[in-house]
C-alpha cells in the first residue's frame, strides 16, 4: 500500500538519525492505534536511511509474555558477546549490559527496533528504562512502538513512558489516521466511495489496505471477515497452514511450521501468497497482529486444542523452547501437567529476570490447574506466587496466598516451611500497616522453628521479631532478639541476615540519641561485598533516615543519591521507593516545602504504593498544606494518622500527632489540639527525646502542664527557658528556619517576631504567619506586613517562581540536564519540578505544558 501523509515522519526520523549517529543517541517513542501504520512507516525509513544496521525484535501477543523477548530476538541476529549471552541463559544486569556494548559499536551506525511495546513483560520495560537513561550518550537510534489505545490507566507500561519521557534522549512520536483525502487516493479508479469508507474505517490504514484488498462492499467492515476474504481466495491446506501459524504466534519458526506444511501438501510459497503473512529474517511473521487475532478466533475450539497439543509435543522434543511459550500452548492444548511442568519453571526464569509480573502470572497459571488435593503441588506454587505479590508491591494478595500456603504446610506437617511462611507473612502485615499482626506472626515464627535445628529460617524468624520489637519501643527486649539474629547468621554464614540486624541495631543506636550510623555503614559493607541487594538497598535507605535523625542534612543527601544510583541500577524499586520518602522528609524540615510537594505528590499518585511507604509523602504534603492553608491537608493527615496508627508504631504515630496539634494550634482550636497530644502520650515513653518534645511542646506553648521524663534538647529548651533568640539561633544552625520562626513565635520582642515573619511568608506558611501578626496586633505593634501582594500569593496555577522558571524553560524545549545547568539545581531536582509543574496546570506532556504556559500568560517571564 501507498505510504500516504508519512513525509513529515520520515524527515522527523532521519533528523534524529543524524543527531545518533554524532553521539547524541535517540529514544523513539511511536504511538498509535492498532493498524495506524507504525511498522510500514519505519519499514520505509528503512529503505530511506543509508549504511545502517538494523535488528529487529517484538513483544509477543501472548497471554503470558515471554521474558525479554525482543532482547533475544535481537539476540539471534547478532553473534559477539551479546548473541552469547543470550543463548546461554546470562543473568539480566549482563544482558542489558551487552545489549547495550552490541548496539553502541563504533564500527556501524545501529538501528534497534523493538515493537508493540503495549505488551511488554516487567523485564522488557526495565529495559526501556535502562536504555533511555544511557541512550544519550551513544551513537544508536531505538525505534519503539506501541498501541497508546491499549493502555489503561494501570497499565505498567504507563509509569515507564512518564519517566522515559524526561530523558534527554527521548523524542515522542504518534501516527495519526489518515485523512479523507488519503483515503481517497488510495480508492484510486475502484467503485468504493472514499468519504464511507473512511467513515467505517476512521482513516486507519490497516483497515482501508483490508477492506481495499478483499473487495468493497461485500466484505463486512471487521478485521476478522476481511482477513477471512482474503483467505478465501487459496485453498484449503493453505488456510489451515495459516491457522496453524496463527496459533504458533505473532512469529513463526520454520522449523515448527515445516511438519504441518508437510502433512497439508502446501509450501512457504503458497502462504506467503497470501499476503497474510510475510518473511521475517529466517522465519516468518503476520502482516498485523491483529490479522493473527482475526484468524485464530476463526479456528475452531476442539482444532485450536489440537494444535496447541501438537506444537508443545514438537517444543517439548527439541529441548530448547523458552518454558513460557510451553506454558502457553500446554494451557492452549488443556494439557493440566504439562502447564505443572513448564509454568513454574516460566515463573521462576521469568522472577529471575526480573520480570516479576510475568512470574506471578505463571504461578497463577499452574494454580489454575493444579489438583486442588495435591497439597505437596499446591503449597510451593501459593509460596512463590506470594514472593511475587509481595515484589510487585501487591501486599493483600501476598497475604492471602501465604495464608492458603500456611495451612498447606501445617496439613503436611512441614514446620520448616510453615515458619518461613509465617516470617513473610509477618513483613506483608506491617507492609499493610498492621503492627500488632506483624510481630504476632514473627512470634509464631519463632516458636516453630525454634523447634527444629538452627538454620537460615530460624535466623529470620528472630530478626523479624526483634524488629517488630524495636519498632514498638521495646528495646531491650527487641535488641535481644536481634543479636541472637545476628549471632546465628554470622554462624550460619548468611550475610543478609547479619546485614539485616546491624542495621536495625544501628537505628536503634541513632533513637537512643547515639551514633548508630558506624553500624549501619557496617551493614552496608557486608550486603556490598556479598552482593546482598535488597540489603544493601535498606542500608542506604537507613542511612538516609539515621541522618535526618541526627540533623545531618549533608549527610542524608549524599546516601540519597549513592542509594537512589544503587537502587535504579538494580530496579530495586521497594528501596528507590523509602529513599524518595526519606527526602521529602529531609526537604520539609530543611524548608525546601515545593520540592517535598512536588516528591509527596509524584509518590502518593503511583499505583500500587503500599501503605506504608504513603506515610512519609502523606505527612510532608499534609504538613505544607496545613501550614500554607491550602485545601486537601486535613484528608492527608487522616490517611497517615489512620495508616501510623495501624503500624501500633511510635515513630509514625507520634510525629504525625504532632504535625496535626500544630495545625489546630495555629488556627485557633487548642483543645483539639491538646487532644492530639494527649493521644501521643502512651507512646512518649517509646520515641527519641526529640519526638517526644515535637509534640509536647505544643502544650507548653498553650500554657499548660508538661510532665514529660525525657529531658528537653536544647533548643526546646531553651524555649522553655524564655530564650527565644538562643533557641531560634539553635534551629537555623540545625537547618529547620520553620522550627527557628515557630520559637520567635512565642516572643513579646517586635524584632523576633518581625524575622519570624518573613521567613514564613518566604515559605508561605500562610497559617502560621496569620498567627503571627495576630499576636502582633495583640501586642499593639503598628505597621504590620500585610503579606504577600496578590499578584504572587496567586500566581498562574498555583506555581512556585521556581515552577514558573522551569516552565519557561520548558517551553524553549530544553531537557532537564540544560535547564539544570540554567537554574543551578540538580537534575534530579529539575525532575521533580517539572512532575509538579505539569500536575499543577493539570498537562501530560512538556509540549502541552509549553502551550499552556501561553495561556497562562507565562511564556515571556524573565
Known sequence: MELLERASFLRTLAEYASEA????????????????????????????????????????????????????????????????????????????????????????????????????????????????????????????????????????????????????????????????????????????????????????????????????????????????????????????????????????????????????????EDCLATGVLVPDGVGLRFRHELIRMAVAAGVAPHRKAELHARLLAALEARGDADPAILAHHAEGAGDEKAVLRHAPDAARRSSALGAHREAAAQFERALRCADESDRQTLAPLYEGVADEYALLDRWSEAEAALRIALAFRRELGDGLRAGRDLCVLSTALWRLCRGHESELAAREAVGVLESAPPGPELAWAYAKLGVAILVSGRRDEGLELTAKARDLGEQLDQADVVSFALNAIGLTLVEDGQDGIPTIERALQIALDSDVHEAAGRAYSSLQESSICLHRFDDAERYYAAGMAYCEERELGVFSTCLTGGRASALLLVGRWDEAVGISAQMLSRPGISPVNRLNPLMAMGSVQGRRREENAWDLLDEAVALAEGTAEPCWIVPIRAVRAELRYLTGELDLAAQEVRAASEYLGRVDHWQTWSVVIWLARMQQPVDVAAPAPEPYALELAGNWRAASAHWERLGRPYDAALARMGSADETGLRDALVTLEALAARTTAALVKRRM??????????????????????????????????????????????????????????????????????????????????????
Open 21 to 268: 549517529r554524532k553521539g547524541d543517541g535517540r529514544l523513539v517513542l511511536v504511538s498509535g492505534e492498532s493498524g495506524i501504520g507504525k511498522t510500514a512507516l519505519l519499514e520505509a525509513f528503512q529503505q530511506e536511511l543509508k549504511g545502517a544496521r538494523w535488528l529487529w525484535g517484538a513483544c509477543d501477543g501472548l497471554l503470558t509474555p515471554r521474558p525479554l523477548g525482543p532482547l533475544f530476538d535481537i539476540g539471534a541476529q547478532v553473534d559477539g558477546e551479546f548473541g552469547a549471552a543470550c543463548r546461554s541463559a546470562a543473568p539480566r544486569d549482563r544482558l542489558f549490559a551487552s545489549f547495550l556494548a552490541e548496539i553502541d559499536s563504533p564500527a556501524t551506525f545501529t538501528v534497534v527496533v523493538i515493537e508493540d511495546v503495549h505488551w511488554a513483560d516487567e523485564a522488557t520495560t526495565d529495559l526501556l528504562s535502562f536504555a533511555g537513561r544511557r541512550l544519550g550518550r551513544m551513537a544508536a537510534l531505538a525505534l519503539v512502538t506501541y498501541r497508546d489505545d491499549e493502555l489503561r490507566d494501570d497499565h505498567p507500561l504507563k509509569m515507564v513512558l512518564g519517566d522515559l519521557a524526561t530523558q534527554r534522549a527521548t523524542r515522542r512520536m504518534r501516527m495519526p489516521p489518515l485523512s479523507e483525502e488519503a483515503v481517497r487516493t488510495l480508492v484510486g479508479q475502484r467503485a468504493v466511495d472514499a468519504a464511507e469508507l473512511h467513515a467505517v474505517t476512521g482513516g486507519n490504514p490497516f483497515y482501508v489496505s483490508e477492506v481495499l484488498e478483499a473487495g468493497w462492499p461485500t466484505v463486512p467492515p471487521t478485521v476478522r471477515d476481511a482477513v477471512g476474504a482474503r483467505l478465501a481466495r487459496a485453498t484449503a491446506h493453505t488456510r489451515r497452514v495459516v491457522e496453524s501459524a496463527a496459533i504458533i504466534g505473532t512469529r513463526i519458526d520454520r522449523v515448527l511450521l515445516l511438519p504441518i506444511l508437510a502433512d497439508c501438501g502446501s509450501s512457504m
Open 777 to 862: 496586633k495583640a501586642l499593639g505593634l503598628k505597621a504590620i506586613p500585610r503579606g504577600p501582594r496578590l499578584a504572587t500569593r496567586d500566581a498562574p496555577a498555583g506555581l512556585t517562581a521556581r515552577e514558573q522558571e522551569v516552565l519557561v524553560l520548558l517551553s524553549e524545549g530544553l531537557p532537564d540536564r540544560e535547564i539544570s545547568r540554567r537554574l543551578f539545581i540538580s537534575e534530579r531536582t529539575v525532575h521533580h519540578h517539572v512532575s509538579a509543574v505539569l500536575s499543577k496546570i493539570g498537562v501530560s506532556s512538556r509540549m502541552a505544558a509549553a502551550r499552556e504556559a501561553v495561556r497562562l500568560g507565562i511564556k515571556d517571564l524573565t
